[in-house]
């Protein structure tokens, strides 16, 4: 067996080269080429090279840190806060998603936030009193699923506010976000098993703050 | 997925049960994370209780609204003014500011935490054995060696010694205390009261080590080093020779010192960077 041919072959093959991988799958997605070439220019001192990064990702951005701090005047402080490090840091940048690299620092950011303010807003999520929150789109026109949903919305967001911070950040990015497991302990600097606990116990945690509205999301 | 458990047999459907059922297992299993035996259990568990059954269904479907969240959108525009780029370019001591604040040093602060809490805890310990053992020789005088905690001297010559560190009361406050042989004469076998050596070199039963604890403690009194003089009259963890502080106390100090900087620069530079 061990005079194989294949195992010969595989003995001679020389082991792959990571950076040449990466390398290669960073130059077909053609965002992360686009990122990359931003961040070049920012990082040969073009202010608007870095801008245009920002603009590329600051909905995004703001939009994942208004779900994890209940309070429109600190998330804005936090995403801006946010690019402010990223722009300190671009020297730091060693490749990679450019947008996880700032997803990361945001995370990290909207963390420092809620340690330095626990103060609890009067009203979380102001937003949902008016139009800034944006509907998504192909919602039905019909007046009462709308106002199903936006009864729906209003009882999670309550309920998100109302869980402790870590358990809401490590919810945002895995059920909104769409993050791993792997990557949410890698932004938030814990391990696996802490953030799976995480979001069991917040998904608990919420579950029994909708005990008496759960007939909301049966139906 | 038995999300719908309506068909199981009433008796199955205990509420009572179901208090002692594990959520955190289900909590899992909503996530789609067990596998293995965890995950036949939380099956199992699903299948035969009502309740848990429900709480799966809820809390995938608080899963589900949580995900359909409706985006918020951006009241600021986020990007830099060169007004702010000047500022944030670092350069000069703004950039040693972001090299002390950056995540290169992010070890400095539970360094820190650890030595403050070692130096604290050797002082604790330094005032804490000079306590003990400044009562037990109180309660059981020792020889008058400086340190009561050591072996001093030969077993023969501790009775011996007993009864002049007694008598003399600076011998038996020394003996208790860490404190240097040298500041405490008595205790050191200087001239000017009676010590352990000469009551060693007349004790009734003396072998080789008694002989060699005796010419020990005569060496000591003329003034030259010896072997013994780190558990005796010289200087040792928790005592100096050289009339300064133990060296529990330095390193504790020290120890403190590097803890409390490490904070401080970090808490400034983060100030600073801000």
């Known amino acids: ?219 | 997925m038995p999300d719908q458990p309506s068909h199981l047999p009433e008796r199955e459907r205990q509420p009572s049960d179901h208090d002692g059922h594990d959520r955190y297992l289900i909590a899992a299993f909503a996530t789609d994370d067990l596998t293995g035996a965890e995950l036949t259990d939380a099956t199992a568990l699903v299948a035969r209780c009502q309740d848990c059954a429900a709480l799966l269904a809820d809390l995938r479907s608080i899963a589900s609204a949580t995900a359909e969240l409706p985006v918020p959108a951006r009241t600021r525009d986020f990007r830099l003014s060169e007004e702010d780029a000047r500022r944030l370019r670092l350069g000069g001591w703004r950039q040693v500011v972001g090299f002390l604040a950056g995540p290169r040093l992010a070890f400095a602060k539970p360094l820190a935490t650890a030595l403050t809490t070692i130096g604290l805890a050797g002082l604790l310990l330094f005032s804490v054995s000079g306590f003990l053992s400044f009562g037990s020789a109180g309660a059981a005088p020792q020889s008058a060696t400086g340190n009561g905690a050591s072996s001093t001297g030969s077993e023969a010559a501790a009775p011996a010694a007993r009864p002049s560190a007694a008598a003399s009361p600076a011998a038996s406050a020394t003996g208790g205390l860490p404190q240097t042989g040298a500041q405490y004469p008595a205790a050191s076998g200087a001239p000017g009261a009676p010590s352990a050596a000469p009551a060693a070199s007349v004790a009734p039963v003396q072998g080789d080590r008694n002989a060699a604890s005796s010419s020990t403690s005569q060496k000591s009194d003329q003034g030259q080093p010896s072997p013994t003089d780190t558990a005796t009259g010289g200087s040792n963890f928790y005592s100096s020779a050289a009339g300064g502080p133990p060296l529990i106390v330095v390193l504790s100090t020290l120890a403190i010192g590097v803890g409390l900087a490490l904070f401080a620069i970090r808490w400034g530079a983060r100030r600073l960077e801000t």
């Open chain 1, 1 to 219: 067996m061990l005079d194989s041919p294949g195992l010969t072959i595989a003995v001679r093959r020389s082991p792959p080269n990571v950076e040449d991988l990466r390398s290669i799958v960073v130059d077909d997605d053609p965002i992360q080429r686009r990122d990359m070439i931003l961040i070049e220019r920012a990082k040969a001192g073009e202010l608007d090279g870095f801008n245009d990064l920002v603009t590329c990702y600051q909905d995004h951005l703001f939009a994942l840190v208004a779900r994890m701090v209940p309070d429109r005047d600190q998330a804005s402080d936090a995403v801006q806060e946010a690019f402010f490090s990223a722009f300190r840091n671009l020297a730091s940048f060693r490749g990679g998603s450019v947008r996880s690299w700032l997803t990361r620092i945001t995370v990290n950011a909207a963390m420092d936030m809620q340690r330095a303010k626990r103060r609890r807003p009067v009203q979380p999520y102001p937003e949902l009193e008016d139009d800034a929150w944006q509907p998504r789109a192909g919602d039905t026109h019909d007046p009462e699923r709308i106002a199903l949903k936006t009864e729906r919305t209003r009882a999670i967001t309550n309920a998100l506010s109302d869980i402790t911070a870590d358990q809401r950040t490590a919810i945002v990015l895995f059920d909104v976000e769409g993050y791993d497991y792997a990557e949410i302990a890698d932004m938030t600097g814990v391990s696996l098993g802490t953030v799976k606990s995480r979001i069991h116990r917040g998904r608990l945690a919420m579950r029994a703050l909708l005990e008496g509205r759960m007939e909301l999301f049966r139906s």
